[in-house]
Nanobody
Framework: QVHLVESGGGLVQAGGSLRLSCAHS????????MGWFRQAPGKEREFVAA????????VYADSVKGRFTISRDNPKNTLYLQMNDLKVADTAVYYC????????????????WGQGTQITVSS
């Protein structure tokens, strides 16, 4: 129903920057929240950031506050994650997700997921 496609992943040195994009298509719902999660090998999927598609309010994980910025372009149906001052610990597969609930930091609150894009931060 809802299709999410991430792009912008790759290899970057510690301290560098990357911007992820997530193209959103399919059905549209006025209550949709969109967010970013990440999962490193052997670890559970963890919350990174989320934004309300309508209200533009945001929430961030403590580990990325001050470094990452989530934003959206509604006419382009695109979600972004600007990642600055990347650390080796940021290495993970990053997933774009969409929810029809209010802002959530729990993966179970999101009904739709992209395929993920790999971010590798080298020292």
């Amino acid at each position: 129903q809802v299709h999410l496609v991430e792009s912008g992943g790759g290899l970057v040195q510690a301290g560098g920057s990357l911007r992820l994009s997530c193209a959103h298509s399919g059905r549209r719902f006025s209550t949709t929240t969109m967010g970013w999660f990440r999962q490193a090998p052997g670890k559970e999927r963890e919350f990174v950031a989320a934004i309300s598609w309508i209200r533009d309010n945001t929430v961030y994980a403590d580990s990325v506050k001050g470094r990452f910025t989530i934003s959206r372009d509604n006419p382009k149906n695109t979600l972004y994650l600007q990642m600055n001052d990347l650390k080796v610990a940021d290495t993970a597969v990053y997933y774009c997700a969409a929810s029809h609930m209010s802002l959530s930091i729990v993966a179970a609150g999101y009904a739709y997921w992209g395929q993920g894009t790999q971010i590798t931060v080298s020292s």
